[in-house]
């Protein structure tokens, strides 16, 4: 009995670093967060020290707020916008480029470059490709009489969702077709052949050879991507500023503007935990399906 | 050859140390003070500001001062969290606007009856000094240079036009518009920033006060009418939509690639650009007229410009103090203000040299100071800014008509002046 209780507690101190670490760097700060949200810090009671606990009040003005309906909105719109294509086309990709032919493995590796870039010279990119008068993406379809007139991409909402998710999946993309094919080079080709032998085609190899083979890899691909996607920031502050009126704004975007441009923490801070609630409940699920898999 | 890589990669960084100016190359010899730090955003003008550093280490012992340039957005951003961590430099600057926000959020220290036994408050222009006092009136910084906007005319367009001279009146002006705006080339007739921060609702206040209106009564009828003024400008093509995602310095590379005749223009552009980074593109005749008069003759343009404020926790208050005024006395504003190409933000720096009324191009600017409107002071101004731009952009966009964009900035801003009025 001793020498198990021992044992255990030798564990819980082989934790003990582990658990400082996320109590000091992730703990605090969430907290304060947490605290700061229930509080009316502004640019009136920050420094007299004035303010209240106003329980769940900048919620409820968050949530009555047009603007944040609209921001949240356009994060999920992003967020499931950019997980669509850039996990089919990832896919599309992963497939392809896990055929053996000449050059396969180099030209993987150079779709790889989109995926390094730092997002915000991706950001960039995205602005002056899209440029109404200068962009080279009008400059294409013009001299390919796509378009007779310079698409004013940025300008409009819907069009500037658009060009965020293009960009974002640009990133996207090669990130997902480097985990989907590390999941499909783990197969092992004895199974496609014995499926070969039973008289299987392309078709019925994928379906029931592949797909439930990298399923592993499928769903960390999608809670990863949703993760990465959904607290996005970089991109929409340098492409857009969350424009055209807010329509490419998200949550991390709007979360950043109310604490430091208008100086309202605490609504800045009820918005940010929004953020972290959703991200929570994705990778609570995310865990549970990892410990099930393990089982 | 891994030891010719060495050598090489050595000999590249003594070289590039060689280069590098230390701070006392810059700032003059260490005199023994306690250091001081200031922080702030000037790119063009830094080498101003450093002389003034250097001149003041080598007449005192008490501080020894140095300047670290922070990009602007990544300044704003270290003020507000050093509010709350306390890391704060010993000296600050800011954008005028802003300043209310911070000395409310106690970033900037009031330093009003140090400032009054030095005796020379009387000789500074009221709208720059009024945008370092608190909302009880109290002082805690001094301006450093103001800045204004006029309109900048690409004159040769104008002339194969056919129009002779500058337009003065908002009538000239609209119709220059017309005549020069060529869509055939992708030619507008004007170009402004509207883009959604702060540049944008200083590039917005001149048509404001231009027709009347005012950020106190937004949706009035006059100020209603700005509104409409810029979203015909759009809807009649003289100018380009993608104002909404300019910023001023595009907006000036739009003017000076010729797809713009005129452009809402400011002082620092002169020194940065016409003089310095677009010297030899611009092969044009060009002027300068002050902003459009309305019809019943008001004129309106808007102060911008830059404070300093000694910080919370400074080391060494007095001595900081002490450097502001140094920094801002009648001859240094005078020098300061020439080198860099800004408006001297007191009365008697303008006296001490033709600087300001020689050269045509400045001349506009002072004049315009006349009538240039402060944004503020309000410790709210960003959202007051926010719900302005917003507005502008959805007029501009074709989001809104003018009257509904107008009664949504109320919505936001009236509220925040009922609690806590405009000066």
């Known amino acids: 009995m001793k020498r198990a209780t021992r044992k255990k507690m030798e564990g819980y101190i082989f934790i003990l670093p582990a658990f400082i670490y996320i109590l000091v760097i992730l703990g605090y700060p969430l907290i304060y967060n947490i605290v700061l949200s229930l509080h009316n810090v502004n640019v009136k009671t920050f420094a007299s020290g004035t303010d209240v606990f106003v329980g769940l009040e900048n919620f409820k003005t968050l949530f009555g707020d047009p603007t944040f309906r609209k921001v949240f909105r356009n994060t999920l719109v992003f967020t499931f916008g950019c997980l669509f294509f850039q996990f089919t086309i990832g896919f599309i990709f992963a497939l392809f480029f896990s055929q053996k032919f000449t050059l396969a493995g180099p030209i993987r590796g150079l779709v790889l470059v989109a995926y390094m870039m730092p997002m915000s010279v991706t950001a960039l990119l995205g602005k002056n490709m899209f440029d109404v008068s200068s962009g080279v993406i009008n400059d294409l379809l013009m001299k390919m009489h796509l378009i007779q007139q310079p698409v004013e991409w940025l300008l409009k909402g819907n069009t500037a969702m658009g060009a965020v998710i293009f960009m974002n999946c640009w990133v996207g993309i090669p990130f997902n077709m480097l985990l989907l094919t590390s999941g499909l080079t783990g197969i092992s080709p004895d199974i496609y052949e014995s499926a070969e032998v039973d008289g299987a085609n392309k078709w019925e190899k994928f379906i029931h050879i592949t797909l439930p083979l990298v399923r592993p890899a499928i769903v960390a691909v999608l809670m990863l991507g949703f993760i990465y996607t959904f607290k996005a920031f970089d991109l929409q502050f340098v492409m857009t500023s969350g424009g055209p009126l807010n329509a490419t704004d998200v949550l991390g975007t709007y979360a950043y503007q109310l604490s430091f441009t208008q100086y309202e923490f605490s609504k800045g801070s009820a918005a940010a935990i929004i953020l972290f609630c959703c991200l929570f409940i994705v990778g609570l699920f995310y865990l549970r399906m990892i410990a099930k898999e393990d089982d | ?423």
């Open chain 2, 1 to 423: 050859m891994k030891k010719l890589a060495l050598a090489a990669a050595i000999a590249a960084s003594v070289l590039s140390l060689g280069m590098t100016a230390s701070a006392e190359d810059i700032f003059g010899p260490d005199n023994g003070g306690t250091p001081i730090e200031i922080w702030h955003y000037f790119e063009g003008e830094a080498d101003a500001l450093n002389k003034i550093c250097k001149d003041y280490n080598e007449l005192q012992s008490d501080i020894y001062v140095t300047a670290t340039y922070v990009s602007r957005e990544e300044l704003m951003k270290q003020y507000t969290i050093g509010a709350v961590s306390g890391e704060l430099p010993d000296i600050g600057m800011v954008d005028s606007p802003d300043m209310a926000s911070y000395i409310s959020l106690g970033v900037f220290d009031d330093i009003q009856d140090e400032l009054e036994e030095w005796g020379e408050l009387d000789n500074f222009y009221e709208g720059p000094l009024n945008s370092c006092r608190d909302s009880e009136g109290r002082i805690h910084g001094l301006p450093n240079n103001s800045n204004c906007l006029a309109i900048l005319c690409n004159m040769d367009m104008l002339k194969a036009a056919g129009i002779d001279k500058a337009p003065e009146t908002m009538e000239e002006f609209l119709a220059a518009c017309e005549a020069t705006t060529d869509p055939d080339n992708g030619v507008y007739g004007f170009a402004m920033c509207a883009v959604s921060n702060e540049e944008g609702t200083f590039q917005f206040i001149p048509w404001l006060y231009t027709t009347g209106g005012s950020v106190g009564d937004i949706d009035s009828p006059e100020s209603i009418e700005a509104f409409q003024i810029l979203g015909d400008l759009i809807d009649k093509g003289y100018m380009s939509k993608e104002a909404v995602n300019w910023g001023q310095g595009d907006a000036l590379n739009a003017w000076a690639a010729e797809k713009a005749c005129m452009l809402e223009s400011g002082t620092w552009q002169i020194a940065q650009n016409l003089d310095d980074s677009i010297k030899d593109t611009v092969t044009w005749e060009y002027a300068y007229v002050p902003m459009p008069q309305s019809a019943n003759g008001a004129q309106a343009s808007v102060i911008g410009g830059e404070n300093f404020g000694v910080c919370t926790g400074a080391a060494n208050r007095e001595a900081c103090i002490d450097f502001l005024e140094y920094m801002e006395t009648a001859q240094n504003n005078a020098d300061w203000c020439e080198l860099a190409g800004k408006l001297p933000v007191r009365g008697d720096a303008v006296d001490l040299k033709d600087f300001w009324t020689a050269d045509e191009r400045y001349k506009v600017f002072n004049d315009s100071m006349n009538f240039a409107v402060p944004r503020g002071p309000h410790p709210q101004w960003p959202t007051i800014s926010e719900a302005l731009y917003t507005a502008e952009q959805a007029v501009l966009l074709g989001e809104k008509d003018a009257a509904t964009a107008a009664a949504d900035a109320a919505a936001v801003i009236d509220p925040i002046l009922e609690e806590t009025p405009l000066p």
